[in-house]
């Protein structure tokens, strides 16, 4: 038999050489274009459960005939209300493609839920969506925890593990802060109802700081009464803030989403709603030490300024004034008799210069030079003239060193000048 051109050509067109790449890619187009593979729920048994350090969920779905893997990026693992355990049966949510680097289909599950508890996931949803419109998670709305609790507010079971684990926690933290127990069913039928009556009492008579509001781990079914629409309402109400510490890390609750803050387990709800000793202890060592430095330098300040006051004082006391006046009386005292010296010797050269001026005129130093006084012996009148004596009158002759008498014995003689040169 003879082929045609046309006929070869479509022969080789549809046994062409894939490469591995190609054929993968072609097969995840290809589920990936089936709507009714791309919103799939699916049941089976959890197997090789892995989380790794990235947060993503790594498990296979499991039935008596065939097996399926499953990846739950972190983010979608997060939403989660519980995670699974390893043998648990599930029912996953998601879509089905290939992952291309180890060629094989898988779910890339996006929702889970215990088999069997559809129901109960589903009334969960719808609440939280109802609530959640109606603003009651609004993070806004969220108050902030008292930093130094005095008042402590448990509502739990007075028979449950947890109460021992918070007082516990307390015990070790923070003993200084008063625990009211609040006792109500955790569990059951009755719980919601004593919930909100606990929460209620608390709020009306003890008047606490912080509640918590707290309960061991369980299933969907146990943890219940903690999606109750009155609980939630009843923490939204409540004038203390509420902290919920219900089930395990994964399990989520609408009660977690209505309280103050939500803790992953009991134990931490009591970390988080008290401060450590220890580091109070710390910060009061500290605070201790940055007082006495305080105070260290308040009192070396108080000490200058009380050194200042004192030397204000010193000057202005009446003892620094009378000091002052006492050494301005010794100057005063030294200029005076500076100022009495300097007259005194002025004194002393002025009457030197007139005792000198009046020993230039006192006859006696003529008279030292050779020069006499004649006086007439009988009336003591001064010889001026010749013209004053005749002889035989006696006269009295002063000389420099004493007097002695003499007698006129010659006529006048004028005394001849001899011609001015």
């Not at 010794?330 to 000198?356: I, P, Y």
Request: hydrophobic fraction near 45%; aromatic fraction near 6%.
């Amino acid at each position: 038999m003879l082929l045609g051109v046309s006929q070869i050509s479509l022969w080789a067109e549809e046994a062409r050489l894939w490469a591995v790449a190609d054929l993968t890619r072609y097969l995840r187009e290809l589920l990936e274009s089936d709507y009714r593979l791309q919103d799939v729920w699916v049941a089976g048994e959890v197997s090789n459960l892995s989380r790794p350090a990235s947060g993503h969920l790594y498990f296979t779905l499991k039935d008596s005939e065939a097996s399926l893997r499953c990846v739950m990026w972190r983010s979608d693992a997060a939403r989660q209300i519980q995670l699974p355990s390893e043998g648990e049966a599930v029912e996953a949510h998601g879509r089905i493609s290939v992952y291309e680097a180890g060629g094989q289909y898988q779910l890339y599950a996006d929702s889970l839920r215990p088999a069997g508890e559809g129901a109960l996931f589903q009334e969960f949803v719808r609440r939280k969506k109802r609530l959640e419109a109606e603003g009651l998670f609004d993070p806004r709305r969220k108050r902030p925890l008292p930093e130094w609790p005095e008042h402590i507010g448990l509502v739990t079971s007075p028979s449950g593990a947890a109460l021992r684990d918070v007082l516990n926690v307390l015990r070790r933290r923070y003993p200084l802060a008063e625990v009211i127990l609040a006792p109500t069913p955790v569990q059951g039928a009755e719980a919601p109802e004593g919930i909100v009556r606990a929460l209620k009492d608390l709020n009306r008579h003890a008047r606490p700081d912080v509640i918590l509001l707290v309960r061991g781990g369980g299933s969907l079914e146990d943890l219940w009464a903690f999606n109750d629409e009155a609980v939630a309402r009843a923490i939204v109400a409540s004038t203390a803030p509420v902290v919920t510490g219900v089930g395990h890390e994964t399990d989520f609750t609408i009660a977690d989403f209505a309280a103050d803050l939500r803790a992953p387990t009991p134990s931490a709800a009591a970390e988080l709603a008290t401060p450590d000793r220890a580091e109070l202890a710390g910060q009061i060592g500290s605070a201790g030490r940055m007082l006495a430095a305080s105070l260290h330098r308040q009192i070396e300040r108080c000490r200058w300024d009380l050194g200042d006051l004192r030397a204000g004082l010193r000057v202005l006391s009446p003892s620094a004034r009378l000091a002052g006046g006492r050494q301005r009386i010794d100057e005063l005292g030294r200029r005076s008799a500076a100022a009495v010296r300097n007259a005194q010797a002025l004194r002393r050269a002025r009457l030197a210069g007139l005792g000198q001026a009046l020993r230039a005129v006192d006859p006696l130093a003529v008279l030292g030079r050779g020069f006499a006084v004649v006086r007439s012996a009988a009336d003591q009148r001064l010889i001026r003239s010749i013209h004053a004596v005749k002889a035989g009158d006696v006269l009295e002759v002063r000389v420099s060193d004493g007097s002695f008498s003499a007698e006129a014995l010659a006529d006048r003689q004028k005394t001849v000048r001899g011609p001015r040169h």
